[in-house]
């Protein structure tokens, strides 16, 4: 057996692993002590990750659909020469508006990203359609307007926080901040610290918190609005702090006055003394933070919620200090600036045929994608790629996906496992697992000390499968976008890999791009055939990270040196290069000082804007809230995280060891009132859906709430769902009018009895 440092994919943590292998399996799964992010820590999930690497619907070999619906081996020169002749014919007969771009990255995998999104280019097309387009594109939408571009992103500094708002989150199963469990139990166990939970449903997180305030579903604009009013008209809030560094306090704080403070905490169903203890606490910590996640975001409000939580830490001044909320630093660009209101290059934003719907930080809202492929147009989207990611069980409208999918000229898988989207796919192609490639994620969010892991791979590709790199490097050169060959590139790659060989090598690439400009949005591919093929260790598919590494080094030069990277203006990037190459943990990219989030700004001002017109109008009209219907008297949370789902990154059923038919859980009376016992199956439906499930009663959802965890219904060897398939419930209309974000936490369902499977009765 071996032993090899690695990561955990599961989630956006990627905990570092010490990991025993044999005959192609992942032994003994432990913490990786060295890595300097996760310490040793890992959860649970992490001890389950052979389920990833060798199950039965693995893929290994490219496969093409026969008109009758079953799938042929095909050799990779068949698949790629005819997708790429497809793709070109559909780009020359309707242009680049027929492609869309589905995915490029789940949690563990952003280095194919790199690569992938060089098909966008190579179509013409700017619909890049991924999972952060039903998430956090509200959140970016506001980081643009309050932070200056959409990709200052915040993080939050539980760990040193006197003060912790969750809201809307569960760290202690879903994480999301570092090593949460030793996080949250350090937080409890000090009486000198307060942790305050805001869920309608008492979480595992809330069931360690101080304060836990049990909201109704979809009320948060509500508290949130009333903990702010209390704040300023308290004068709580920090007057050097917000004429130091903010604009527009004034109009913000004139809105806040008006709040009914003691009809909103009435309508949010929590105590006027807990909202005003919990605005008085937090207003008064020395150090406080906020932590947010889908449960403001997926439902009713999502812009407003985000725009209050930030209100939140800005007010009380906990921004760019230990323990407060931080701008960060980040290697890899997930993310773009495409601001709505602004042109680019003089040209406005690329809106969508049917919707009209323009990016946010450069991603489409995945609820839209349907009807841009279903509507009847010349212009609609005809040919999809879908990447490291199940839209058939991941997206809203499970229905509507899968008629949008069927009606495609073209779509293509690429993917580790058959999946239910690969089912519908002409081509599926099989991509190696994370273990059996070069590997790094871009959730690099952190402050002061940022960190980056380049994964080495463990095993050899299964079967015939290859990385993504080689996948869309090979598929861009039959489309003759990029030559097969770049001999003076290749040459200067060949000298000895030193510093000087880096600056030589990048100063012949940015000659060869400035003569060939058409093969600049081709870079990382031609770094890949030519720099790649000279790294150690066929480390090819990390050569995009030389100038990435450059454009870090120079952007934060004293950061990077701090963290103990040596090398002058010039050469510090090169270095930071070969650190990373070298490292089998993850290494300290940068170490900012608190102060430097102030340079994190995008405004050049360099302040932060408060007074946002649109949250504002919206925070004036909040009072015209309806309730739910008589009809579906339930609010579903149609999308837990628990101990055992991890998205849909786990086919085998068998790696669950609890809730394997990932059950409804409801409120004891409510269960009373329908004459449902725990283990009894139901039925659950939505004005969209229904689905059978299995109930749990369980008192710490509140009453009038139900949820169901997402992450299951997955066909396992093509198997009936195994699990609920959620999003039969959820309806791609049911979002946020702007951002488009679906109201995953709040879908109005209606629960009622089945009967009881004749063995059972019996
Ligand atoms: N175990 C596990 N962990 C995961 C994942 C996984 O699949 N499994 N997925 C990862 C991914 S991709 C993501 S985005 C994160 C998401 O992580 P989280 O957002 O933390 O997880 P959720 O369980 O979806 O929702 C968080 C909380 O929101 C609460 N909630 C529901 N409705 C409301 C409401 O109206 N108001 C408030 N204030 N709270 C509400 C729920 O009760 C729940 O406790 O988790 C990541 N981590
Ligand atoms: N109703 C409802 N729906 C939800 C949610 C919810 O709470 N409720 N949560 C949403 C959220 S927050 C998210 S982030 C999305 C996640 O949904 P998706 O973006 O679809 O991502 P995953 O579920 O992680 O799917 C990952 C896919 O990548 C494949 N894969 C794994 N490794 C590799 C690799 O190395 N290469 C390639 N090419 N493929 C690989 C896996 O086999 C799997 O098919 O789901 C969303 N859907
Ligand atoms: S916290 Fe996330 S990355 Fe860490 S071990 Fe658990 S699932 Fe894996
Ligand atoms: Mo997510």
Known sequence: MTTHQTACILCSRNCGLAIEVEDGHLRKIRGDEAHPGSRGYICNKAARLDYYQNHADRLRHPLKRQPDGCFVQVSWEEALTDIAARLLAIRKAHGGDAFAFVGGGGQGNHLGGAYSRQLLAAMHSRYAYNALGQEKTGDFWLNGRMFGRQTCHTTEDVEHADYVLFIGCNPYQSHGIPNARDVLRDLKNDPQRTMVVIDPRRSETAQQADIHLQLKPGTDAYLMAALLAIIVREGLHDRVFLSKHCAGFEEVEKELLAIPVAEYAQRADVPLADVERVARGFAAARRACVRIDLGIQHTLHTLLNGYLEKLLYLVTGNFGRQGGNNLHAYLLPLLGHTDERKKRKGKALKRTAHHGMHPIAGIYPPNILPDEILHPGEDRVRAVFVDSANPLLTYADT???????????????????????????????????????????????????????????????????????????????????????????????????????????????????????????????????????????????????????????????????????????????????????????????????????????????????????????????????????????????????????????????AWRKVDKHGALRIHPEDAAALGLANGDPANCRSARGELRVVVEIDDTVRRGMVTLPHGYGSRYQGSEPIGPAVNRLTSREHCDPFSKTPYHKYVPVRVSRLPLPASASA
């Open 399 to 653: 229905d509507a996906y899968e008629r949008a999918f069927q009606s495609l000229e073209l779509l293509v898988v690429v993917d580790v496992a058959m999946t239910e989207t690969a089912h519908l796919a002409h081509y599926v192609l099989p991509a190696a697992s994370q273990f059996e490639k070069w590997e790094a994620t871009g959730f690099n969010l952190e402050f002061p000390t940022n960190f980056f892991h380049l994964r080495h791979p463990l095993f050899e590709p299964l079967g015939e499968s290859l990385p993504e790199p080689e996948i869309y490097t090979r598929l861009l050169e039959k489309m003759e976008v990029i030559p097969t060959r770049f001999p003076l590139l290749a040459l200067v790659a060949w000298l000895e890999p030193n510093v000087s060989a880096h600056l030589a090598y990048l100063g012949a690439l940015a000659a060869t791009l400035a003569s060939h400009k058409a093969w600049i949005p081709y870079a990382a591919s031609i770094l890949y055939r030519t720099l790649g093929r000279n790294l150690p260790d066929s480390a090819a598919a990390a050569a995009p990270l030389l100038p990435l590494a450059v454009q870090y080094a120079t952007q934060h030069y004293a950061a990077v040196s701090r963290a103990g990277h040596e090398g002058n203006r010039l050469t510090l990037g090169s270095a930071l290069f070969h650190a990373i190459l070298a490292g089998r943990s993850s290494i300290v990219l940068s170490q900012h000082e608190f102060a430097d989030t102030w340079s994190l700004v995008g405004h050049p001002d360099r302040r932060i804007h408060l007074a946002i017109p649109e949250m504002l109008d919206e925070l004036r009209a909040l009072p015209t809230e309806s309730p739910p219907s008589a009809d579906y008297p339930f609010v579903l949370m149609a999308g837990e995280r628990r101990s055992y789902n991890a998205n849909q990154i786990f086919r085998d059923p």
